[in-house]
């Protein structure tokens, strides 16, 4: 079992632009949250995906968005990249929101 | 709305001995609990939960945990401290009516001396 998986594991970015992170889920998996881990702090809650809706979302501004497909992998998209967006970005994934397991994370630097 | 607050952002311990992290919870309904271990440049690993079972959580590599619901607290300990446990650590809380979602405390970063 591969467990959680995110790509790519580094991104680096200027202002003003758009990026978008993936996530696959452990196997047997069917919903993913997205949580943003800015530096020396605790993650949080950005977005939750269930059945390819968003089921749930933190207080973040529509500059966040997601996609979660049919085989339940998912995105996040982050538009109009701020240098306050540089941070950790985790993906968890879970069977019905139970228990979460997390994947590596993608460091997002906005320059 | 839950909360968590994390007594103290740093704790120091020589190998062997003790570790306490201290954790506070504020929740409208009953919880879980969770604390996770970050390594540096690794994901979030889980070390225990508390699902309304046992008070007393025995979780991975030694460390457990007791839900004191009277004090809102889920203290995390292990009574010898290993070079390996040096690592950043989350007390977490979750309500089924919130969805699930995990919210945080702000870490306790734990330094083991030889």
């Known amino acids: 079992d591969a467990g959680v998986t995110q790509s790519p594991t580094h991104l680096i970015k200027t202002r003003g632009q758009q990026v978008t992170l993936r996530c696959s889920p452990k196997s047997g998996h069917d919903t993913v949250s997205w949580y943003q881990q800015a530096l020396g702090q605790g993650p949080q809650f950005i977005f939750q995906y269930y059945e390819e809706e968003e089921r749930q979302r933190g207080n973040f501004p529509d500059r966040f968005s997601g996609h979660q497909f049919p085989n339940y992998s998912s995105e996040l998209n982050v538009n109009a990249l701020l240098l306050g967006d540089s941070a950790l970005y985790l993906c968890a994934s879970s069977f019905n929101a139970y228990e979460q397991f997390f994947g590596p994370g993608t460091r997002l630097t906005v320059l | 709305a839950q909360s968590v607050t994390q007594l103290d952002s740093h704790v120091s311990v020589s190998e062997g001995t003790p570790v306490l992290l201290r954790c506070n919870y504020s929740?409208?309904?009953?919880?879980?609990l969770f604390w996770y271990v970050q390594h540096p440049n690794k994901g979030l690993q889980l070390l225990l939960k508390y699902t309304s079972a046992a008070t007393l959580v025995k979780g991975i590599n030694g460390f457990e945990a007791e839900f004191k619901k009277s004090e809102t607290s889920f203290h995390l300990t292990k009574p010898s401290a290993h070079m390996s446990d040096a690592a950043e650590y989350f007390c977490v809380v979750s309500v089924k009516a919130a969805g699930n979602k995990l919210t945080f405390g702000g870490g306790t970063r734990v330094l083991v001396k030889p």
């Open positions: 929740s409208s309904y009953s919880p879980s």
